[in-house]
């Protein structure tokens, strides 16, 4: 089982930037896992914005976050990281980390991922 915690939404500018966290618990070996980042506004399906795989730090992005957005991850403390750069009031949603056993298929689809957090709120607004 593994247990994720997100952190760090709040209201931004358009324009700002924010880091979101996600710290990974209850597994002590997730060496072979990828974690990702989705985001879902009201009304809409959740969408995938990247995910890392933890052994080799790859990234996939999603086309219209890549330059914008940067996971990262830190080994030493199970955490896994979004910078969000330039955020738009489009970009407003709750933002999920999600972890699985590493996959090269289907790893924007939300299903594939089995374990979720709960989700934080980033609200882009003047």
């Known amino acids: 089982q593994v247990q994720l915690v997100e952190s760090g939404g709040g209201l931004v500018q358009p324009g700002g930037s924010l880091r979101l966290s996600c710290a990974a618990s209850?597994?002590?070996?997730?060496?072979?896992?990828?974690m990702g980042w989705f985001r879902q506004a009201p009304g809409k399906e959740r969408e995938f914005v990247a995910t890392?795989?933890?052994?080799?730090?790859?990234?996939v992005y999603a086309d219209s976050m890549k330059g914008r957005f940067t996971i990262s991850r830190d080994n030493t403390k199970n955490t896994v990281y979004l910078q969000m750069n330039s955020l738009k009031p489009e970009d407003t949603a709750v933002y999920y980390c999600?972890?699985?056993?590493?996959?090269?298929?289907?790893?924007?689809?939300?299903?594939?991922?089995?374990?979720w957090g709960q989700g934080t709120q980033v609200t882009v607004s003047s």
């Open positions: 999600a972890a699985d056993v590493a996959k090269y298929s289907r790893i924007r689809y939300a299903p594939t991922y089995d374990y």
């Open positions: 209850g597994r002590t070996f997730i060496s072979g896992y990828m």
């Open positions: 890392i795989y933890w052994s080799s730090g790859n990234t």
